[in-house]
């Protein structure tokens, strides 16, 4: 209910800040004086509507398209011992982390990955691949299912499809307002649009696109080590440290298929800004650092906040 909640309130956060701000700058006023008949109010209402609708139909669809994509064969019931300790470990971990249990899966794929996805932390999907349970130790695998869980238990799945709702709401509103006033300040359109609009919009919308993709990516990251810290309390920190050890010794795996690295437990090789996980090496040294998991000891539902 709380994430409802900062989902709309922040959803009309976007259109009172956009409104007021268009307000002081007399930006009405200067379109209103040029002539210039654009609703402001209309073209926000519209943005967050499209900014918004698209993530979160995403989210809502995660689980069924993730399954789909990556084949991912959800454990129920356990076939052998392997699939019966990874049920229990993630039962054990999800009680912990104060979340029903999560659907368990594995997915065939020679790279040791995992991920975490679903619209509620109380029906998340947490899958695993089979280059993983093949090539990490039990304690590093247990450490790699906290992160996943944690992610889970942080409702990141909701937190980041917020995020991109607010940024779509911007590109949208901001790429429609440029194309808008190019047609009428700069073309002279008198009525409808042009085909300045259109161009100038589709190219606002993918420049300014990739700028929000690279803020959604920075937000990624940040959440990552909060998994990490996660992953830490609900296996120990020696393990999570192993496990992300093994990882990068192991990174010329064969990689993730592209529809897949955003959501997998390690982006692979790709450029800095928009990679949605840090680099392996930062993530060891937080763990390390002594105020990184001190506030993050198992020890009971109340201390584990991820």
């Known amino acids: 209910m709380l994430r409802v909640a900062l989902f709309l309130g922040t959803n009309l956060a976007v259109l009172l800040v956009l409104s007021l701000t268009f307000r002081v700058l007399g930006i009405e006023g200067l379109l209103a004086a040029n002539g210039v008949d654009l609703d402001l109010t209309a073209l926000l209402v519209f943005a967050a509507v499209i900014g918004f609708g698209g993530s979160l139909v995403s989210l809502f669809l995660s689980k069924p398209m993730v399954k789909a994509m990556m084949r991912v064969r ?23 982390a104060g979340i029903a249990m999560p659907e ?4 065939d794929h020679p790279s040791p990955n995992a991920f975490a996805t679903g619209r509620r932390r109380d029906a998340a999907l947490v899958a695993v691949s089979t280059g993983l349970l093949a090539r990490l130790r039990r304690e590093e695998i247990e450490a790699v299912l906290g992160h996943e869980i944690a992610h889970a238990a942080n409702g990141d799945m909701v937190t980041l499809a917020l995020i991109q709702g607010v940024v779509n709401t911007f590109v949208v509103f901001l790429s429609r307002l440029a194309g808008f006033l190019v047609d009428r300040l700069v073309l002279r359109v008198e009525r409808g649009h042009g085909p300045g609009y259109w161009i100038v919009s589709l190219v606002a919308e993918l420049v300014l696109g990739v700028l929000a993709t690279a803020i959604v990516m920075w937000f990624s990251r940040w959440r990552e080590f909060r998994a990490d810290a996660g992953g830490a309390a609900l296996a120990g920190r020696h393990n999570m440290i192993a496990a992300l050890e093994r990882l990068r010794g192991l990174r010329h795996a064969p990689p993730m298929p592209d529809e897949m690295r955003a959501l997998a437990f390690d982006a692979g090789r790709v450029q800095a800004l928009f990679a949605s996980h840090p680099p392996l090496e930062a993530r060891i040294a937080a763990l390390r650092a002594p105020d990184r998991h001190a ?3 198992p020890g009971g539902r109340r201390s584990l906040r991820f």
């Open 104 to 107: 368990i899966g594995i997915f």
């Open 295 to 297: 506030a993050a000891r």
């Open 74 to 96: 959800v454990i129920e019931p356990p076939c052998n011992p392997t699939e019966r300790w990874l049920l229990q470990t993630a039962r054990d971990q999800a009680r912990r």
